[in-house]
């Protein structure tokens, strides 16, 4: 079935570095690529998204890049902070179904 | 104030006995889902609801039954729990199709012995 391949699976960082997050997707019909975050026991937040007929989103201190023709995704972060520990989710959706990646741990350290 | 309301947050359960977890959103979503979260697994699709009573399996349906009388609430059931249903379960709504984000509950985890 469809799958959304997502990298690293962890991620430890000293405060100010950037980090990079890669999703790879395998269905073509995914149109519309929202990114959640999950801060320790707490529910996931939408942070970005991107839709298909886009190539570049930016936000404050996240950037998100989609390659259609290869089916990938890159969030960026930049001068991470210690409230950016989180775990990263990606996502695809297309019509009603969701498929999730199966998420980056980010560690922030100060 | 847009909300995805979960209960019980906790819960500890014996093996067979039967779990009821609710969820209620205040956004008049037409779509709600459950999912579970396991270390390693990410977040897995149990049942996806359309709207009242229109309901469809998600990836991991066995062992799971779901309810949704009433628009703003999707309940998910576990007739006879086993321990390997022992996780962490979100319920989510979206306003429909492709192009819409999800809100999410925080979570009912869920431990059976």
């Known amino acids: 079935g469809e799958q959304v391949e997502q990298l690293p699976s962890s991620l430890i960082v000293q405060e100010g570095a950037s980090v990079l997050i890669n999703c790879s997707y395998t269905?073509?019909?995914?149109?519309?690529f929202p990114w959640y975050k999950q801060e320790p026991g707490k529910r996931l937040q939408f942070i970005i998204d991107i839709r298909s007929n886009m190539e570049r989103k930016q936000t404050q201190r996240l950037t998100l890049l989609f390659d259609k023709k290869t089916k990938h995704l890159s969030l960026h972060i930049t001068a991470t902070q210690p409230g950016d520990s989180a775990i990263y989710f990606c996502?695809?959706?297309?019509?009603?179904?969701?498929?999730f990646g199966k998420g980056t741990h980010l560690h922030v350290l100060p | 104030d847009m909300k995805v309301t979960q209960m019980p947050r906790y819960l500890i359960k014996r093996m067979g006995e039967n779990v009821l977890l609710e969820c209620g959103q205040d956004m008049s979503h037409e779509t709600m889902y459950w999912y579970r979260q396991d270390p390693g697994l990410g977040l897995q699709l149990i049942y996806i609801s359309y709207d009242v009573d229109s309901n469809s399996e998600g990836d991991i349906p066995k062992g799971y039954r779901v309810s949704r009388k009433k628009r703003e609430h999707f309940s998910l059931i576990l007739d006879s729990a086993k321990t390997n249903q022992t996780s962490v379960y979100f319920c989510?709504?979206?306003?429909?199709?492709?192009?819409?984000?999800?809100?999410f509950g925080e979570g009912s985890r869920l431990i059976v012995v």
């Open positions: 996502s695809g959706t297309n019509a009603y179904k969701v498929i």
């Open positions: 989510a709504s979206s306003s429909g199709q492709s192009g819409n984000t999800l809100y």
């Open positions: 269905d073509s019909a995914s149109v519309y």
